[in-house]
């Protein structure tokens, strides 16, 4: 049972456009979620996040968006450059206590950004 | 000098094999993870550890077994390798358990049975 589903496994973008990568959950109990980044061979790494009490959190080229009644986040990067050609893996985490607060991740999508 | 450190990189052996992969964290956390990227590209969680101490268990097969000498290192021990455990092992650290702070990972261990 996917909870954190990433439907589009690539996209492909101009260098300065903006790029969409979109996340659905269907846990209500998640309040967090995160964006990673990987590159091949490597390990993923911390992008950005978002609080449920937020809708949107915005760092440098990077925002976040969080629609909590349609359970969809998007992460929008702005311009693209040809170094964001990674996979991007969303990722939701619920309350502290019980098993939701472990990280439970989308299975990422394949950005690439053609200069 | 890298925070969270998994040796080895890569690993090719023979199904039956018993191997491990060892990590390291030099970021002062107190849990530890091991995730599994299968070939469907999925990142699941496979164990936890705060403080040296087992807090997530998730079904996996008993012939894989963590062990956490201290709170700095988290190994994975996989007896009787299948062909099926193919996959890259991730690493992973976050100060605390029950919080939503960031998780650190390792650079992944490429494990392949043959």
């Known amino acids: 049972d996917q909870q954190v589903k990433q439907n589009s496994p690539s996209l492909s973008v101009q260098e300065g456009r903006i790029s969409i990568l979109n996340c659905d959950y269907t846990?209500?109990?998640?309040?967090?979620f995160l964006w990673y980044k990987k590159y091949p061979a490597e390990g993923p790494t911390f992008l950005i996040s978002i609080s449920s009490i937020k809708d949107k959190n915005e760092d440098g080229r990077f925002t976040v968006f969080l629609n909590k009644s349609a359970k969809h986040l998007s992460l929008h990067i702005v311009p693209s450059q040809p170094g964001d050609s990674a996979v991007y893996f969303c990722a939701a985490s619920g309350a502290s206590g019980g098993s939701n607060y472990k990280l439970t991740f989308g299975k990422g999508t394949l950005l690439t950004v053609n200069p | 000098d890298t925070a969270v450190s998994q040796t080895p990189k890569y690993l090719v052996t023979q199904m039956g094999n018993d191997k491990s992969i060892k990590c390291e964290q030099n970021l002062g956390h107190d849990t530890m993870y091991w995730y599994k990227q299968d070939s469907k590209k999925f990142l699941k969680i496979m164990f936890s550890y705060n403080n040296k101490e087992l807090i997530i268990n998730e079904t996996v097969p008993n012939r894989f077994s963590p062990k956490s000498p201290d709170k700095a290192h988290l190994n994975l021990h996989i007896n009787s390798l299948e062909l099926g455990d193919s996959a890259v092992y991730f690493c992973?650290?976050?100060?605390?358990?029950?919080?939503?702070?960031?998780?650190?990972f390792g650079e992944g261990s490429w494990l392949t049975v043959v």
């Open positions: 846990n209500s109990m998640f309040d967090y």
């Open positions: 992973a650290t976050r100060d605390r358990p029950f919080s939503g702070n960031t998780i650190y």
